[in-house]
Every structure is written in structure tokens, then in C-alpha cells.
């Protein structure tokens, strides 16, 4: 199984990046979808994790409190992916940030670097 990771790049603060995740595996009803990130020093932390489709079909979704009304996560069945819509960033956003999809296994992306200039 592999969970391709595109997206990353330099940005000013303020400024928006989309982070998308492409599973070789399906993305189902009962799939649990998620962005980590880890900053330099620090542990991988939950950014942000989306569930049966999201609020708008009935699903769940939950974010850090650090990104809340910031970030925004959301996946696409038909295409398979999920993504990590990232406004207003700021510098402390500044991470490798890794997709992950649970099913009864669980498997990491390869992590994709954002990095945002004050």
C-alpha cells in the first residue's frame, strides 16, 4: 500500500497551500482519513482527520485546535484522494506533514515538507 503525499512547498505567512494524498488502496465509507504533521524538535501531531465523507455527508471531522478555521480537510471518493486545504498559514505551520488512512491496518505517506517565511 502506498499513500502518495503532494502539495508542500514555501509560502509567506498568510498565504495557502493544498496538501493532497493519493491511496493505492480505497477510500471507504468507514475509512479513516488524516493529516499529521512534525515540526522540527517536536512529535507528530493529529493536524486534522475526516470520516464518513466529512460533516456535509453525516461523517466527522476534527481538528487541532491550533488550525481550527484555518485548515480544512475533505476527500473525494471517486478520485480517491483526500486533501488538506491550508489558509492563513503561519510560521509555526511549518512542518513535514504526513497523510495517514486507517482501515484495520494503518499506513503513513512518505510526508511532504511546508514551509512558511514570516
Known amino acids: 500500500v502506498q499513500l502518495q503525499a503532494s502539495g508542500g512547498g514555501l509560502v509567506q505567512a498568510g498565504g495557502s497551500l493544498r496538501l493532497s494524498c493519493a491511496p493505492s488502496i480505497g477510500i471507504y465509507t468507514s475509512t479513516i482519513l488524516s493529516w499529521y504533521r512534525q515540526a522540527p524538535g517536536a512529535q507528530r501531531e493529529l493536524v486534522a482527520r475526516?470520516?464518513?465523507?466529512?460533516?456535509?455527508?453525516?461523517?466527522?471531522?476534527r481538528y487541532a485546535d491550533s488550525v481550527k478555521g484555518r485548515f480544512t480537510i475533505s476527500s473525494d471518493r471517486v478520485k480517491n484522494t483526500f486533501d488538506l486545504q491550508m489558509d492563513n498559514l503561519l510560521p509555526e505551520d511549518t512542518a513535514v506533514y504526513y497523510c495517514?488512512?486507517?482501515?484495520?491496518?494503518?499506513?503513513w505517506g512518505q510526508g511532504t515538507l511546508v514551509t512558511v517565511s514570516s
Open positions: 475526516i470520516s464518513g465523507g466529512g460533516r456535509a455527508r453525516g461523517g466527522t471531522e
Open positions: 495517514n488512512v486507517r482501515t484495520n491496518r494503518e499506513y
